[in-house]
Every structure is written in structure tokens, then in C-alpha cells.
């Protein structure tokens, strides 16, 4: 696969704050990148070089071959762009909205027609076509958006926060369409701080905080090489002691929780594991093997959030 | 918007008239609706009903025994519609143009648009399109409430004629102004305030500046009688171009050298026996404001092309 964004040494600073520090990337042709990290860590502004609206300080990137500052027509005729809001045109009908962007695009006026009927099945507007932009739901609105930067069949879509302040079935209707556009071949480049959005939806993801890239790589390898860390809970019959004692001669295991803890009942242990899933089993045979009464084995679904806040540990502050 | 003034595929320059997106979205919303109509219609209204109350007030100052004159009935009820019309380029012309790309700002659309591929002067050329439609619909609109001083007589078609240039190329220099003001600040409020402020400057600030100009300096020229015809004619000049700044004296002076010196064009004048030509204050003023419009357009449209530093 070809690498269709990169960026070298990307920076940008305002006055003294440096929003983005020495910014290395590399996204391959057809992936969904997932760009992670809290509000101010720098993805927005990422984000607006990329769709060459804002100049970097000092760096270089080039989308789909098109230096940003060098090409920047190059550039826009690659990508389509969602941002964080949804700009309203007051008096303009839903296909009024696409027919003007794709106008903009330089789509000739006898294709406009079908395309934009095709976008808006697309996106599940079809029923909204004669109605106005501001009338509809925010939901719809963002649809809206996402048919909008396909006017052009751009390469790739950079999209800020796509399901930021949506419900969750607009949520879930998002991603779909996200999935969709995958498979119809887009490179999809998209931010967002909530982690489980992320995880369903991207081939890869890159966590920045700080203006600073703290992560980067394929999905399941970031999630294998970033959870080293697992919670067990285990729930026993009567007295914990035993079963903490045992815990304690068995290796992987770097911290128990247990009757301190007033989140876990009194005969529930959370056990900090470090092995991976053979030397889980053995622990679970070791239990039963030793005669404990053992009720429930379970480890907790730690998402990425927790990913999150282990990468970016230390940083902020 | 694009970065450079010419797109890359060389689009024919008559496509940017004439199939410009912006122009069409502007147009389709502003003329949606009945806001549009029942502007027009107030817009008529107000000057039918302005141009009967001045001919019914010039008609009972009048004491000739057989009603007023029709020919000087005319006159003072196409002065009343140039002076209509005079406000419209002054003031509602900026005001369409002053919010058009703050607006877009405030919408946070002006972002959206950056990242397609229409051009800076497409965008700036579509905005300006649509606004003056508008206010050359109402100007246009307007002509048959002029024809009405035809009717009476007393007007002749040069001074129609070399007031509608006037008023026209007027509208469109404040309005093209009002763009370079949108597209400097960053909310329409300010826009408009800077618009409107370098508007009431051109009409009102330059004749007063003009008049202190000739109440302090002019004392030091013509009380000592030294003045040698060089410098007379100098002054002359420099007061001709000064006015040509200023639309309403520019209507003034053009109606009365049409009449007075029977020339549309040039005209002569003696200094120290010393004939020197003068053009006729209209072409003066349509040159300048050619070039005034001129260069706020490409002011403008360089501020639109702007990549964000910050």
C-alpha cells in the first residue's frame, strides 16, 4: 500500500505555545485513521494543514503527493473536509447544499443531478432533498456534511470529530457510513477523544497529545502492545485470604485489590495481570486446582479509554 | 480558496460572470421568499410617494398663473430620484456587500469554501454579482418614476444618461469596498461600521475637508493677488479632482457645466490668458472610481486568498 498522508517534522506554534511539536506521520492508501487525544492536544490543527488552511510554522506534508503549501489546489481537489460544525446556509434546500459544493468542485452542471440523488441515497437523505439545511436534525446535518466532501470523489476525507454532540443511533449511523466509505475504497483521516468510537471503525490510529504523537501503528498491534496490563476479578466463597495468599506466590501478578477496595464487594479480588492469555489459563487451573471456591473469573473489558490514559500518562502537565 | 487568482484548468474569465456558484446561491437565497418583493414594492412606494409630495410642494410654491412650470416640474422630480438613488450606491449597496464575507465567517462556512477549488476572485466575484443584482434591480426598477421628468420635459437624455453612469459605477466602488472591509474584519459589526464610515467620509468628510482647505489656505493664495496663472490653473485642477472624489458634488458640477458650458465632455477655460482643457467632472470621477474599484477588488480578493498564519 501506497502512503497517501505524511507529514515530516510538522510544527506549529503560536507565539510560545507549541500546538504541534515535530509532528511524524505516515497513513497508508485505503486506512482508517483514527487520530486520538484529548481537546488541545493538537488534531484540529493537524487537521487544518492538512486541508490547507493553516500554515505550518515549520514541517512538511504532503497528501496524496501534493505538498500542502506547495500544491495546495492539489490538495484540495484530493480531499474532502468535515470540520468540528456544521456551517448552515439559511434558504437553501438540502440538494441546494450539495449542488452548490459540487458547483464549487467544478462538477459540470449536467452531472450535478444524479450525483447529488446518489449522495443522498448515500447518506439516507433521499426523503430530505427538497427540504432546508437548517431544518434538519443535527444528525442529518452531519450526514449532510459527510455527502458534502464526497462531491468531488476526493482520495481521502479528513474529518474533525464526526460524531462530536451526536445522539448515539447518530452515532452508530456515522459509523456505518464510515465503514461504508471504506469500502468503497476512501482513506478516511478522523478525530476524535472518544476511544470507543475509534476502536470499531479504524485500521489504525495515532494518540498526540501535547501537540506531541505518543502512539502510532495498526489497531490490534497498538491494543496488543499497549494492554499489557489486564484486571482480573475474582469472586470467592467466604473468606478472601486464602485465596490472596495463593495470588501471591503465582508470577504475572503485580498488585491485588481487595477488601480495602470499597468499589469491590468483600469476597472479590481485582488483580493487576501482566501475562497474556496461555499464563491466564494456567493461573485459572492453578485456582481450582488448589480446591478454592472460585465463583467467578472474569477480566474486566478495559477499553481503550484505558489505553488512552496509560499512552498519555505523565505527559499533560 | 485557491491560491492563485487564475485556476489551474485557465476557466474562461466570462464563466466567473456568468456560471458563478456563489452568484447563483446568493441570488436564489436573496430572492427567495417574499423579503425581496416587498422590499421592491416599499422601495417604489416610498419614492412614488416622495416624488408626488415634491412636485405637489413645488407646484404650490410656484406663483405662475397657469400652474408650475412642467419643464423645471421635471427637473426637481429627477433630482429627487437621482437623490434617491444616490443613497442606494452610498448606503444599500455597502450594506449588502459589508456582511457577505463575515458572514460567511460567522456561519463558519468561509472554511468550507476555502477547502474547494473555487477560486479567491470566483468567491469575491460572485458575492459582489449577487449584491449589486439586487441594487441595479432597484435602480432599474426605478427608471420609470424617472421617465415621469421626461414626461413633464425639462430633461434632457445626457443628463439621464451621464447620471445613471454616475450612480452605477458608484455602486458598485462602495459595494466592492464593503467587501474589502468583510473581508478584513472579522465580524459583520465591525464591517459594517468601517463601510459605512468610509462611505459618509467620501460624501461628507472630503467637501468638509475640502471647504476648512479653502478657509485656511485659501486666504494665503488669493488675498496677496500674486498668484500667477500657472498656479491658478494648478488649483483649479486640483479642485476638479478633488470633487470628482465626491458623488453628490460630482452630480452637481456635471448637470451644471452640461447646462451652463453645453458640454458633456471637455470644456475650455482661460488662465492669464491661457486656455487650459478641462474634462467634465463625470469622466473624472468614473476613471478614479474605476481605479478605486479596481483596487479594493484585488485587495480584496488577495485577503480572501490568505492562508490562516494563526
Known amino acids: ?317 | 480558496m485557491t491560491e492563485s487568482i487564475q485556476p489551474t484548468t485557465k476557466l474562461p474569465r466570462l464563466r466567473m460572470f456568468r456560471d458563478n456558484p456563489v452568484t447563483m446561491k446568493e441570488l436564489r437565497s436573496r430572492m427567495r421568499g417574499r423579503r425581496a418583493f416587498v422590499v421592491l414594492t416599499i422601495y417604489l412606494g416610498v419614492m412614488s410617494l416622495l416624488i408626488t409630495l415634491i412636485y405637489l410642494a413645488y407646484a404650490s410654491s410656484s406663483n405662475q398663473p397657469y400652474g408650475p412650470d412642467p419643464r423645471q416640474a421635471g427637473k426637481v422630480v429627477f433630482a429627487a430620484v437621482v437623490g434617491v438613488e444616490v443613497l442606494l450606491a452610498i448606503f444599500i449597496a455597502p450594506a449588502f456587500t459589508a456582511g457577505a464575507i463575515t458572514g460567511e465567517k460567522e456561519r463558519q462556512t468561509f472554511d468550507l469554501l476555502r477547502t474547494t477549488l473555487l477560486p479567491a476572485n470566483w468567491f469575491v466575484m460572485g458575492k459582489l454579482q449577487s449584491a449589486l443584482g439586487y441594487v441595479l434591480l432597484l435602480i432599474v426598477a426605478s427608471i420609470p418614476l424617472q421617465s415621469i421628468a421626461f414626461l413633464l420635459g425639462g430633461l434632457s437624455w445626457e443628463e439621464l444618461v451621464v447620471s445613471q453612469i454616475i450612480i452605477v459605477i458608484a455602486a458598485v466602488t462602495f459595494a466592492i469596498f464593503g467587501l474589502f472591509c468583510s473581508a478584513s474584519l472579522r465580524s459583520t459589526l465591525a464591517a459594517s461600521v468601517a463601510t459605512f464610515g468610509g462611505a459618509i467620509f467620501f460624501t461628507l468628510g472630503l467637501p468638509v475637508i475640502f471647504l476648512l482647505m479653502t478657509g485656511f489656505l485659501g486666504p494665503l493664495f488669493f488675498t496677496t493677488s500674486t498668484l500667477s496663472w500657472v498656479a491658478e490653473a494648478a488649483l483649479a485642477y486640483g479642485a476638479f479632482v478633488l470633487m470628482a472624489f465626491n458623488l453628490p458634488a460630482t452630480l452637481i458640477a456635471s448637470e451644471v457645466f452640461l447646462l451652463e458650458e453645453n458640454t458633456l465632455f471637455f470644456f475650455k477655460q482661460n488662465f492669464g490668458g491661457h486656455q487650459f482643457w478641462f474634462f467634465s467632472p463625470w469622466l473624472l470621477f468614473v476613471v478614479i472610481y474605476l481605479l478605486l474599484a479596481r483596487l479594493f477588488y484585488w485587495l480584496t480578493v488577495r485577503r480572501v486568498r490568505r492562508v490562516a498564519k494563526s
Open chain 1, 1 to 317: 500500500m501506497a502512503t497517501i498522508i505524511e507529514t515530516q517534522g510538522l510544527t506549529k506554534q503560536y507565539g510560545d505555545l507549541t500546538a504541534l511539536n515535530e509532528l511524524d506521520l505516515q497513513i497508508e492508501e485505503g486506512a482508517v485513521f483514527g487520530f486520538i487525544g484529548p481537546n488541545g492536544a493538537g488534531k484540529t490543527t493537524t487537521m487544518r494543514i492538512l486541508t490547507t488552511l493553516l500554515r505550518p510554522t515549520s514541517g512538511k506534508a504532503w497528501v496524496a503527493g501534493h505538498s500542502v503549501t506547495d500544491d495546495p489546489r492539489g490538495v484540495r481537489r484530493a480531499i474532502g473536509y468535515m470540520p468540528d460544525f456544521f456551517g448552515v446556509y439559511e434558504d437553501m434546500k438540502v440538494w441546494e447544499y450539495l449542488d452548490f459544493f459540487a458547483a464549487c468542485y467544478e462538477i459540470p452542471v449536467n452531472a450535478r443531478s444524479g450525483m447529488v440523488d446518489d449522495l443522498l441515497a448515500l447518506v439516507d437523505l433521499q426523503h430530505k432533498k427538497e427540504a432546508y439545511v437548517e431544518s434538519l436534525s443535527r444528525g442529518m446535518k452531519q450526514r449532510l456534511c459527510l455527502a458534502r466532501t464526497l462531491t468531488h470523489d476526493p482520495q481521502v476525507l479528513i474529518l474533525d470529530e464526526p460524531a462530536s454532540g451526536l445522539d448515539p443511533r447518530a452515532r452508530i449511523e456515522i459509523r456505518e457510513l464510515l465503514r461504508e466509505l471504506k469500502n468503497m475504497g476512501k482513506t478516511i483521516f478522523f478525530s476524535s477523544h472518544i476511544l470507543s468510537e475509534v476502536a470499531d471503525v479504524c485500521t489504525s490510529i495515532g494518540i498526540v497529545e501535547a501537540g506531541r504523537l505518543v502512539a502510532h501503528g495498526d489497531m490490534t498491534e497498538m491494543k496488543k502492545q499497549l494492554r499489557t496490563h489486564r484486571l482480573i476479578q475474582i469472586r470467592t466463597l467466604g473468606d478472601v485470604t486464602p485465596l490472596q495468599e495463593y495470588l501471591l506466590t503465582r508470577p504475572y501478578i503485580q498488585s491485588i485489590n481487595g477488601t480495602a477496595d470499597l468499589e469491590l464487594p468483600p469476597d472479590t479480588l481485582r488483580i493487576d495481570f501482566s501475562g497474556d492469555d496461555a499464563a491466564l489459563s494456567d493461573l485459572l487451573a492453578g485456582l481450582v486446582g488448589q480446591g478454592l471456591p472460585i465463583i467467578a473469573f472474569s477480566e474486566e473489558t478495559g477499553d481503550l479509554e484505558d489505553v488512552f490514559l496509560q499512552v498519555t500518562k505523565g505527559i499533560v502537565n
